[in-house]
């Protein structure tokens, strides 16, 4: 008896709202393996509660995309599966966090060594105040590696992965800040992927950049799924469409009593599956548009 | 109907009356300002330059010893004693104090965050700054001078503590310039922190570390008072730093000046013009090592 209405009522919701136009592909049918599989985490910031028991895995050559509102802790988790948090003092991790099934916040874990499997690009393009070449040759070489030739090799090979050879290949000694926006981003992630990281985390990457520059570092984004298992925050949610293949949407939980804001994941699941088909009304309100 | 025609113009010229004025008077309060800062910097250099130039020379400059005070203008030997004093003395506690300053300055910003520790020193370093040079070469004077005698090496000692302040304060503010983006991408990376701070933070931070340690080093250059409690004066060259007695051009202008003779008087401006010109050199490395290490930061 409750089922037929139920229906009806999300359809009048449907025809009310503007119909989201996605170049969703198919989903991927068949997941692989599991990289990241975080169960019941929250993540403290000294009393504050940032984010409350999230709990998604997260595949192998996958692009998988948090969205939602700010506040809502969706960079919190992303700096929480390479430790980036642990910078910030008082921050704190409860819950269970394995990649590949090893536990993050085991207490033998090195943050670097995590970092060095696991790299992030940030919202602001942030290149070294050194030459094109040195930041790429950056993480190799505080890898140990000091041969010229290998070196060489690895910038050519990382820049051309991040499709910025032909443009820089001629000034490799100039300075990396004298880049572009666009530019400078695209350096961000040769530098991150010249110490072959297994997963690269991506915090916003084309939030400060123009529109063209955001189209190839997507275009980048579905190239490097090939070798890379990659996770991306976006605020921007064709976006997420264009180049994820899984979905996060993460809200914000409002305490009005004790005036606390709480992050929280909502619903996760196959990209095409949380635009056209999301089960949580608060995801379709937000995917629509109308909140958010 | 008719809102096009009723349409007021704007009032686009610039702003009459009480604005004007304060406009006027600020930037002539300015300039008033600017010239006034100009004029003793400018009388001060002439002067010297103008009372000193005659005493120099090749053999002033090189040769000793130091001539007596009676001496009259031109006489034999020269401040090379002075010079080569200067050097080591001021060489040395250079050698002490920026290594010690910078790292003093590493731990505050980079390892001691809001820990007591890292604030003590910051503030110890801070009352430090204020300390009167003389209190410095006092403090040498009966830790070090009463024991183990008058020496370059006391001399370096009570400069050094002058600098040290000097170093860790601008070092810091260095420090904090240095933007917190460019730490977390090296931590990115898998950098530990001594990585991140060897690689990152000091090669960014490294022009405005040299010019504030050369700043330190000129000024502990031109200092006399901890020097006279510390290393006496002589009027032979004494190369060894760490015995007997030396000297310094600061020390030489001090007791050149005081003499009612006219060629110690001379060569009292001589040694000043010699002190300015090694402040101005190293001014100048300063600028050009900023210039140099700075050239990727944009």
């Known amino acids: ?292 | 109907m008719t809102v096009a025609s009723e349409q007021q113009t704007v009032d686009l010229r610039e702003a009459g009356g009480w604005r004007r004025s304060k406009n006027r008077i600020a930037t002539f309060v300015m300039w008033f300002a600017f010239v006034a800062t100009l004029i003793p910097l400018v009388f001060v250099l002439y002067t010297v330059v103008a009372k000193g130039i005659a005493a120099i020379s090749w053999s002033f400059l090189t040769s000793g010893p130091i001539p007596a005070n009676v001496a009259p203008p031109g006489a034999a030997g020269g401040m090379g004693p002075a010079l080569i004093g200067t050097l080591e003395i001021t060489g040395f506690a250079a050698l002490m104090a920026i290594p010690l300053g910078v790292l003093g300055a590493v731990y505050i910003n980079e390892y001691g965050g809001k820990g007591w520790l890292a604030r003590l020193i910051a503030f110890m370093a801070d009352v430090m700054t204020g300390v009167p040079s003389i209190v410095m070469g006092l403090f040498i004077f009966t830790i070090w001078v009463l024991h183990f005698g008058y020496s370059g090496l006391a001399g370096s000692f009570a400069l050094a503590c002058l600098m040290l302040p000097i170093v860790i304060r601008s070092t810091y503010e260095m420090l904090l310039l240095v933007p917190n983006e460019l730490r977390e991408a090296s931590y990115a990376l898998g950098s530990t922190k001594a990585r991140v701070v060897l690689t990152v933070v000091l090669p960014a931070a490294i022009g405005g570390i040299v010019s504030g340690a050369l700043l330190a080093v000129a000024r502990a250059a031109g200092e006399t008072a901890p020097l006279l409690f510390t290393i006496l004066t002589v009027e032979a060259t004494n190369t060894n730093l760490f015995s007997g007695a030396n000297t310094a051009l600061s020390a030489q202008i001090f007791y050149n000046a005081q003499s009612p003779f006219v060629g110690a008087e001379q060569r009292a401006w001589g040694a000043a013009l010699t002190l300015i010109v090694i402040a101005f050199v190293l001014m100048l490395a300063a600028r050009l090592i900023t210039a140099r290490f700075t050239r990727y930061t944009r």
């Open chain 1, 1 to 292: 008896m409750e089922q037929p209405e139920q229906e009806v009522v999300e359809q009048t919701v449907s025809t009310n709202l503007p119909r989201l136009e996605t170049t969703v592909k198919a989903p991927v049918t068949e997941p692989g393996t599991t990289i990241f599989d975080v169960r019941n985490v929250s993540i403290w910031y000294g009393s504050f509660k940032a984010v409350t028991d999230v709990s998604l895995p997260i595949y192998e050559n996958e692009v998988t995309a948090f969205i939602g509102s700010s506040g809502s802790g969706k960079s919190t988790v992303l700096r929480a599966l390479n430790r980036m948090n642990d910078l910030v003092p008082g921050a704190r991790v409860d819950g269970g966090m394995h990649y590949r099934g090893t536990d993050l916040y085991a207490k033998e874990v090195s943050p670097a060594a995590v970092r060095r499997r696991i790299g992030m690009v940030f919202q602001k393009p942030n290149p070294f105040p050194k030459s094109i070449y040195d930041n790429v040759a950056y993480g190799p070489r505080i890898n140990g590696i000091r041969n010229k030739g290998r070196l060489d090799e690895i910038v050519e090979r990382s820049l051309r992965s991040a499709a910025l050879w032909d443009e820089v290949k001629n000034r490799l000694k100039q300075s990396g800040l004298a880049l572009s926006g666009g530019q400078a981003q695209r350096l961000c992630i040769a530098r991150t992927i010249a110490v072959e990281p297994d997963v690269v985390l991506m915090d916003e990457p084309a939030s400060a950049l123009d529109p063209i520059a955001t189209l190839a570092i997507e275009d980048l984004i579905r190239e490097l799924k090939r070798n890379y298992t990659i996770v991306i925050v976006t605020h921007n949610m064709q976006q997420a469409t264009r180049v994820s293949d899984r979905t996060a949407f993460f809200s914000v939980l409002t305490d009005s009593k004790n005036d606390t804001r709480t992050g929280i994941l909502v619903e996760h699941g196959p990209t095409q599956q949380i635009f056209e088909d999301p089960h949580d009304s608060r995801t379709q309100a937000y995917v629509t548009g109308r909140m958010g």
